[in-house]
């Protein structure tokens, strides 16, 4: 699996938007971009994944470079409850059943 | 919502006992995988499933075996618990040809 990069930690407001990075500059054609997320005590939890276009769903907004070498997740407005990691994942799209890579993530705190 | 539960969120055990980890999912899901998760490791493969009584390898296979009678349900085998596999275990299931993987609560083992 092609390696992702991200910052360790990160630290926001409550009800200000959110904006974690994700480095890929191994990425292939055929990856996909997943972000999952862990709240404490819980097992991850998908948010969001694309492949070349931006995307939205009701959870955040992932941004993906032209070049698809970096991508970024949105949280529009953060809340107390996105105090969670946040993992980048790259899946190769062609394979079938296959194993997440998670790496350290970013581990984000919100603050009041 | 899919839904993946675990027989337990916290158990103990003593060295040399026989384990059995639970999990069952309600979404008709094809596959379904067994990680573990330790500080500074991040998640790792143990074994996953891609139908009905077929159990492929993943990275860290030793000390375990599964077993898939059913469809809905995947089980986790220590033969014989040892004080390295004190771990948090993550059960997850997925659709077949779909990424999103959704995970269980996890359950947190203590082997002494």
């Known amino acids: 699996d092609a390696k992702t990069t991200q910052p360790n930690s990160m630290e926001s407001n409550e009800e200000e938007p959110v904006h974690l990075p994700c480095n890929h500059s191994?990425?292939?054609?055929?990856?996909?971009i997943h972000w999952y997320r862990q709240l404490p005590s819980q097992g991850p939890e998908y948010v969001i994944h694309?492949?070349?276009s931006n995307v939205n769903n009701r959870m955040a907004s992932l941004a993906i470079a032209e070049d698809r070498k970096s991508s970024t997740l949105i949280l529009h407005r953060a809340t107390l409850r996105d105090a969670a990691v946040y993992y980048c994942?790259?899946?190769?799209?062609?394979?079938?059943?296959?194993?997440?890579?998670f790496g350290q993530g970013t581990r984000l705190t919100i603050n009041p | 919502d899919v839904k993946v539960t675990q027989s337990s969120r916290y158990l103990v055990k003593r060295t040399g006992e026989k384990v059995f980890l639970e999990c069952v999912q309600d979404?008709?899901?094809?596959?379904m995988f067994w990680y573990r998760q330790d500080p500074g490791l991040g998640l790792r493969l143990i074994y996953f499933?891609?139908?009905?009584?077929?159990?492929e390898k993943g990275d860290i296979p030793e000390g375990y075996s599964v077993s898939r009678e059913k469809k809905e349900r995947f089980s986790l085998i220590l033969e014989s618990a040892s004080t390295n596999q004190t771990s948090m275990y993550l059960c997850?299931?997925?659709?077949?040809?779909?990424?999103?993987?959704?995970f269980g609560p996890g359950t947190r083992l203590t082997v002494l």
């Open positions: 694309g492949l070349t």
């Open positions: 499933s891609y139908d009905v009584k077929m159990k």
């Open positions: 997850a299931s997925s659709l077949q040809g779909r990424d999103t993987q959704y």
């Open positions: 994942i790259l899946r190769d799209g062609r394979a079938m059943a296959q194993k997440l890579v």
């Open positions: 191994t990425i292939s054609g055929t990856d996909y």
């Open positions: 979404m008709d899901h094809e596959n």
